[in-house]
């Protein structure tokens, strides 16, 4: 070919290149709007963050929740796929921890109670006798200060909150910064930080509800899963870890292989009982710190996947077994039991009153940081 010709091919090549490229994308961008007032009379605001695919996570920086999440199917449709409320009002009434930043410490403390230093600390109760998600108003309840962040990958938006010396009953001021980014390679990235002007316990999570099929059309028994976790903290009839790190192999918690996530959920097991389905923090393979796979689901109507990466050492898996249809969610839509499940990557459930589990402690003058990556992706399998 003459040199001439293959320097026009090159150029109409970019220039279709180009051109895909353009149509295929916008900008990434971060918009914002009013959310409604707090019953105190705060302003609470909503983000919206879009990616230059198109990908769109709504966050609200009331307990900085995500109130929806639309990711494409195998055919490029894209669908809201985590449960939640249309309004502030409906999130203020009560919510079962949809979508938010839980704090200081997610899941349970025993009793509300811990030593820290040879000093009793008493956390406010509000699961039975125990404290749950850190407490009556832990960070899912208050305010943050949100601000968009310009990154060079996609469209991110930064939460800080100063929780207060004593706030729910745990020691030491703590600053708490958080970023969500949606990259444009659809990956929900959530980045957390804190410091303490005096030792603390801490834990924070997201606790999305997901179905990977949309929203409130249906339960996630069909979606299959896969947990890099070859052991699990077992618990007690309250939830309560016993301290045993149970083999998973030929229980129901076996999902070192991609199962059905209601294959074995009825199956005559005592922990399943206890939880009334699925609601176990898993113990991941891997060191805690470094950033693995924790776990992959995948939804075979639609197509598409979710994986998890995670530098923490576990994570909850809880299959909306106490949603019952009494609330009403987006879309006039009502969530009955299993119609969604959270994958909280987290430090095990009451670390704090378990020597021998990873440490939770967050010492004066130490930085606590931890990173979780929810990647999306589509397959026609
Ligand atoms: C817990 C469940 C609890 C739910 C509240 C989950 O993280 O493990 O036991 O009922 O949060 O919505």
Not at 56 to 70: C, H, P, Q
Not at 145 to 158: D, E, F, H, S, Y
Not at 245 to 251: A, E, P, Q, R
Not at 316 to 339: A, C, E, I, M
């Given at each position: ?37 707090t019953s105190e009379g705060q302003n609470v605001d ?336």
């Amino acid at each position: 070919m003459k040199p001439n010709k293959v320097l026009y091919l090159a150029v109409t090549c970019s220039a279709i290149i180009l051109v895909l490229n353009l149509s295929a994308s916008g900008q990434a961008k971060v918009t914002k709007e009013n959310f409604g007032k707090t019953s105190e009379g705060q302003n609470v605001d909503i983000y919206t963050l879009t990616n230059r695919r198109g990908a769109e996570v709504k966050i609200t920086n009331y307990g900085g929740i995500i109130t929806s999440l639309k990711v494409p199917d195998r055919k490029g449709k894209r669908d809201d796929i985590v449960l939640g409320f249309d309004n502030l009002d409906a999130y203020l009434k009560g919510s079962p921890y949809f979508g938010a930043i839980i704090g200081r410490y997610a899941n349970r403390i025993a009793k509300g109670r811990f030593t820290l230093n040879g000093h009793q600390y008493t956390l406010a109760v509000n699961n039975g006798e125990n404290h749950l998600h850190g407490g009556i108003k832990g960070f899912d309840k208050v305010v943050w200060t949100a601000r968009p962040l310009k990154v060079p990958n996609g469209a991110a938006l930064r939460l800080t909150y100063l929780s207060k010396d004593a706030e729910e009953g745990y020691p030491g001021n703590l600053s708490v910064r958080v970023i969500y980014t949606l990259t444009n390679a659809n990956e929900l990235k959530i980045e957390y930080w804190a410091t303490t002007d005096k030792d603390t316990v801490i834990n924070l999570t997201s606790h999305s509800y997901f179905n990977l099929a949309g929203q409130g059309i249906g339960d996630i028994l069909n979606h299959q899963l896969l947990i890099n976790a070859r052991r699990f903290t077992a618990t007690d009839a309250g939830s309560i870890p016993t301290g045993e790190l149970k083999s998973v192999k030929g229980t129901p918690f076996d999902f070192t292989s991609a199962f059905r996530i209601g294959e074995r959920i009825n199956d005559d097991d005592q922990q399943l009982k206890f939880a009334k389905g699925y609601d176990h923090n898993f113990v991941l393979n891997g060191r805690m710190g470094t950033l693995r796979q924790a776990a992959v689901v995948y939804e075979p109507t639609s197509g598409r996947s979710m994986e998890i990466w995670t530098t923490e050492p576990g994570i909850q898996f809880y299959t909306g077994n106490f949603l019952d249809g009494t609330l009403t969610g987006k879309d006039g839509k009502v969530y009955q039991q299993r119609y969604g499940f959270c994958l909280e990557t987290q430090h095990f459930p009451d670390s704090p009153n378990h020597p021998s589990f990873p440490t939770a402690v967050l010492r004066r003058g130490q930085q606590y940081h931890t990173i979780t990556i929810h990647r999306f992706k589509t397959s026609s399998r």
